[in-house]
């Protein structure tokens, strides 16, 4: 008796029924630019080199980490892609620069072509709302390499910049000031802490109800993390934006750094941030000391910027304007600390 592919574990026709339940997602994502369709060996993509003088292409990759283990139990699979755009697209942004397309990587271990298409759903869904393309990815069938209903994912974005307009934190200077945009949640960044603390320490699981967020504890961790591609493409537009820094793994202390000179230190109000219960009650829960709370978590701040304060109350005025909440954050001065919080 001869073998096949299948006996192996590996179902080819799943795969080709997965593009078909896709394809009409990753058609809605397509903006100007787009060549190709899917299924091809490649994706394509047509710079605009008339709008830049010099273009620079700027990229980022990344995963969703182990809260992908919170989509395992909830059996909930259509918003983690939706993290992955927007881990890849928050961190291009942080540039300057505007997303032109995506591409993803799903590895599992059985193919099961209906959850696929969730994962892709949430993905085409981040695309849709970071205003760049799902041109292209990969889903990988290995069976043996993966537990039972389990999965992996990570992603890779694109977006294009001109180089007289990269932000580099370059002319960031004292008394400059420091806003932060909030967050939809704990974003993708700590989980290993998150579930240490709620599943071994407290015995909960993700349908235990907790009172003071009002839902269970799995759709308060599911919450996908904020694309902020509008808002941030709105400000550099109008203003002179000289920094930038995505809240992601290490927090306020690892970020907010990234996009400083050396020689200057962003000073933080705490007092000034509408942190989400969530955070208050891990804090609680795990006995956790509040530095080590912003060395980890966003604590309600996704992203944050830095401008010149002349130019504070027409930023303002912006996002007001747009509807979009903001904290002032504090301000740049002297030192080597990075950051301080007060």
Known sequence: MSLTYKDAGVDKESGYKEVQLIKGLVKKTHI????????GFSGLFQLDVKAYEEPVLVSGTDGVGT?????????????VGEDCVAMCVNDILCQGAKP????????????????MAQIVEGVASGCIKAGCALIGGETAEMPGFYNEGEYDIAGFGVGVVDKKNIITGSNIKEGDIVIGLPSSGIHSNGYSLVRKIVFEK??????????????TLGEELIKPTRI???????????????GLSNITGGGFFEN???ALPEGLTAYINRSNIETPIIFNLLMKWG????????????????????????????????LKAKNERYFILGDIRKGNEGVVLC
């Open 287 to 318: 006995n956790i000391e509040e530095k080590e709370m912003y060395g980890t978590f966003n604590m309600g701040v996704g992203m944050v910027f830095i401008a010149d304060r002349n130019e504070l109350n027409e930023i303002e005025e912006h």
């Open 202 to 215: 407290k015995k909960m699981d993700v349908d235990t109800f907790i009172p003071e967020l009002g839902t």
């Open 256 to 258: 907010i750094p990234r």
């Open 228 to 242: 902020y591609s509008d808002v941030v493409l709105s400000l550099i537009e109008r203003f002179d934006i000289k």
């Open 100 to 115: 032109l397309f995506f591409l993803d990587y799903i590895a599992t271990g059985k193919l099961v072509p209906e959850k």
């Open 67 to 79: 809260k992908l283990k919170i989509a395992f139990m909830m059996d909930k699979h259509d918003t």
């Open 32 to 39: 100007p630019g787009v060549l190709s369709d899917i299924g």
